[in-house]
């Protein structure tokens, strides 16, 4: 009964569908459309990995900063004198 409820929907979807969709993915959850074109998809890859990159680059200089933190601490409580610019 399932399969024929989302034959029925697929099948309904086609005629108005093509016009608008790039891309139709029906799966376990359901029949998602992606009105986006190609192109628009992979920019969207980009901008993501592009965004990714930008957080581990800030993940990275936070543990950098944490570091430095930790280490002066421990050398003002060592009582050794500060290095560089403070």
Request: glycine share 8%; aromatic share 4%; net charge positive.
């Amino acid at each position: 009964m399932k399969t024929l409820l989302a034959a029925g929907l697929v099948a309904g979807l086609f005629p108005a569908v093509p016009a608008l969709a790039q891309s139709i993915d029906i799966g376990p959850g359901g029949i998602r459309v992606d009105p986006r074109s190609p192109r628009e998809r992979e920019y969207d890859a980009i901008r993501r990995e592009e965004r990714r990159d930008e957080l581990r680059e800030e993940r990275r200089d936070a543990i950098r900063d944490d570091i430095r933190r930790e280490e002066r601490r421990r050398d003002f409580e060592d009582g050794v004198p500060p290095r560089g610019r403070y």
